[in-house]
């Protein structure tokens, strides 16, 4: 499987019952990432739902991310945007501490947290975070739980909120989810989901959010940091690095910014049903915005930009 050009764009669904394609994931304007200024992170959400931007992912594992959500959807007087969250991965105050909890009691608790939190009596997507911490040998009472809370109206629907193991893949099936939000494999510089991830979603029907659209900033404010000094870790690899350097270089013959040939690039591609991007700031907003208007990339753009990704 290799990716789709897509030529054209019906923003109001994209498989989902209402919202935009372009998602704002949540995580940097809880500080979880570092410090953040609160104030300016309702703001960035009130200027992208005054822009278009009608869907948001957040997570309690976010630091504050679901404070910031809740004290911008009770100033904001438009329409409701789809609302995602998360259930598993419990409340840290930065991205690199993971504490999970997939018991019965503790998951009920977190969506009833949450709920509180955001100021909603449900959310129109709920994730199952970190799949690949999931004990296997409670995946069925993981399930049914998860299934309760849509029976209760906690959610409309369920997902998967990071890269499955091999282990999970299999009750990865559109009885059991409605989409999966991986990180890192379907981006301008790694098409790695397309090897066993979205092959699988395809087949079951199942959505694809494609999420950190910059790889971490590689594709961002960070690319001469990594160039310089490649992480070459879980997140950033060797190869990774390789791939945005060729990625900048048409870049720069296009006269384009590497984050708005990142972005549009994924606006372009028909397997992303939904793109996440993570703006910190005004700025940062406002640019990803103007990207977004922009459309998608000419094919031939495109095309050139996945052969060149190893």
Known sequence: MTPTYLKDINEENFNFTHGSRLVYGCSGLGGVWGETNYD?????????????????????????????????????????????????????????????????????????ESLETLGVDYVDLLFLHEPHLVPMDKIEEVLDTLKSFVAAGYARSLGVGGNPTDAFRPYITSNNFQAVSGFLKVDACNLNGFKKDLPHNHAEGVAYYAASALHFSLLGNRYEQYVSNPPNDEWISEQDVKNAIKVKAIADREGMKISSLAQRFLFSMAEANRVVMGARKIEQIKSTISDWKSGVLPESLFNEIVSVID
């Open 40 to 112: 300016e992170s309702v703001d960035c959400l009130l200027y992208a739902f005054e822009n278009g931007i009608k869907s948001l992912d957040t997570s309690p594992s976010y630091n504050q991310s679901e404070t910031v959500v809740g004290k911008a959807l009770k100033e904001w007087k438009g329409e409701r945007p789809f609302i995602s969250t998360k259930v598993g991965r419990l409340k840290s105050e930065s991205a690199h501490d993971t504490v999970v909890d997939y018991s019965v009691s503790r998951m009920k608790q977190s969506v009833e």
